[in-house]
């Protein structure tokens, strides 16, 4: 029998990280390719700028689900 959930998990995990292997390859690396090695290097900064606010997001989401599992656990 199949674990659909575990399925869904992979399947999302692996889906994040393969856009991050484009953004970061192929979108830095146009940026290299176009623009050189200075551009490239900011383009970088600026990704990882906006990857700042959804990490933020996601583990305030990753406390709030501890907190919360722990919360019922006591009920």
């Known amino acids: 029998m199949r674990d659909l959930r575990k399925y869904a998990r992979n399947t999302n995990s692996r889906l ?10 192929v979108g830095d690396g146009l940026i290299y390719l176009f623009y050189g090695r200075g551009a490239a290097l900011t383009g970088l900064i600026c990704i990882m700028g906006g990857f700042v606010p959804i990490l933020l997001i996601i583990g305030l989401f990753a406390v709030m689900d501890i907190v919360i599992k722990n919360a019922n656990e006591e009920d």
């Open 16 to 25: 994040v990280f393969g856009f991050i292997f484009l953004l970061f390859l």
